[in-house]
């Protein structure tokens, strides 16, 4: 006879294995997740670690009455005095070739940055000074140890001449590395050196805000009266299906609606946060709206019911009841596509926000571009040093994601109601 107990307790050991298994495998592959995200972040942290600080180097500059003119400062010849600070500072350099390798120790913002020294500080003129000056994005890769000397000279991005220079520099203490401030306070650049984020950090906060203006009230609107109002007739269900579907177009589908109806119809600026936000909002509108709905489908009926039962009108128990309630959950959906809306590129390229902006932005109407679109620009540039810029761009990105999540889930949780 067949022992039924026996095999049932076999049968009950091989489920228990097969369970085990199949919970090792769950964190494996939570394991195998975590490893590559913090390899990803890690090598995210390593390329963007050379920004933290940048390098300067101290020229003697004669600010004297003969260079600067007292009365008009400004028609100075301050990259002259820079060169000329630099040729003092190595007088056996004559060569013509050589000048210019000399030259480009510095980088040429150092003019720009010795007449907003004397701007600031009129008391400087008439004097000789010591100034401290942005070196070039060259020399400070090879003061962090970023240059292979063991290569041939044609291969390296700095000469051995420069390497000797550089080196006499040091051992004299005019080289010097400080907090770089200048990544978070200035605008983009062609010279890595000086390139900032501030313009592109404006521009994304300008869009996002003509984003949030447009879209949240009228997805919010339109949850509520589909949710509440509408009739359960085919044009709603047509109008819930193209919500859906619309959840899922590419971005860059919108970025091709707003360039062919906001720059081309209606003649909007382009470049602007005013249009880069109107396109945010367009393809943002379906997450808010899908996001309202549900929370207002998780309010009981309860709610509306007592409150249809105390006379209340059917638009007074939905905004004076209903809504409050779900009002947690429409600003978590809201909040998280802020956040979708702050790491889009493709849209903004369509409307040509991929502009070269230095300038900082004044208004929703002048030319902008955004942090992503200023991440794409960084990492297709052939400039070593754009690579760090791009990667510490990359986590003041991630930074403001996580914030925004973060953000979110705090709301949701200090203002829900729980039943």
Request: hydrophobic share 50%; glycine share 6%; with cysteine.
């Amino acid at each position: 006879m067949i022992d039924f107990t026996k095999k049932a307790g076999f049968n009950l050991i091989r489920r228990h294995r097969a369970e085990r298994r199949f919970q090792w495998t769950g964190r494996g592959a939570i394991a195998i997740s975590l490893l590559f995200l913090l390899f990803m972040v890690g090598s995210i942290l390593r390329d963007a670690s050379g920004v933290i600080r940048q390098t300067q180097i101290a020229l003697v500059v004669d600010l004297s009455v003969e260079n600067i003119d007292p009365a008009d400062p400004a028609s100075a010849s301050y990259g002259g005095l820079v060169k000329s600070s630099l040729r003092n500072m190595f007088p056996d350099v004559t060569d013509r070739k050589d000048k210019k390798r000399l030259y480009n120790l510095a980088s040429p913002e150092a003019s720009f940055e010795i007449a907003r020294m004397v701007k600031e500080n009129p008391e400087l003129l008439g004097t000789t000074q010591t100034l401290w000056v942005t070196a070039s994005d060259d020399l400070d890769l090879y003061i962090r140890g970023k240059v292979d000397v063991s290569l041939p000279e044609r291969q390296r991005r700095i000469s051995d001449a420069q390497i000797a220079w550089v080196d006499v520099l040091q051992s004299s203490g005019n080289i010097q590395r400080i907090a770089n401030w200048m990544f978070l306070t200035n605008g983009d650049s062609r010279e890595p050196e000086i390139a900032g984020i501030l313009s592109a950090l404006v521009g994304s906060a300008y869009s996002l805000a003509v984003c949030f203006a447009l879209a949240f009230p009228i997805g919010i609107g339109a949850a509520i009266y589909l949710e509440e109002f509408a009739p359960a007739n085919r044009l709603s269900d047509l109008i819930e299906v193209n919500i859906n579907n619309l959840a899922a177009v590419p971005s860059i589908v919108f970025g091709l609606l707003g360039l062919s109806i906001f720059l081309g119809y209606m003649g909007l600026p382009r470049s602007s946060p005013l249009v880069g936000g109107m396109v945010l909002a367009l393809m943002t509108l379906p997450t808010m709206i899908i996001a309202a709905r549900a929370s207002l489908q998780s309010v009981p009926p309860s709610f509306r019911e007592g409150a249809l039962a105390l006379g209340a009108s059917p638009v007074q128990a939905v905004f004076h009841h209903v809504f409050p309630v779900a009002l947690p959950g429409m600003l978590t959906g809201a909040i998280i596509g802020m956040a979708q809306a702050l790491g889009e590129t493709a849209p903004l390229l369509m409307i040509g926000m991929v502009a070269f902006i230095v300038d900082i932005p004044d208004s929703i109407l002048e030319p902008a571009t955004a942090l992503p679109v200023q991440i794409f620009l960084w990492a297709d540039s052939p400039e070593r040093a754009f690579t760090e810029k791009t990667a510490a761009a990359i986590i003041v990105l991630l930074i403001f994601l996580i914030l925004m999540n973060l953000i979110a889930i705090l709301l949701r949780r200090k203002l829900e109601t729980r039943f």
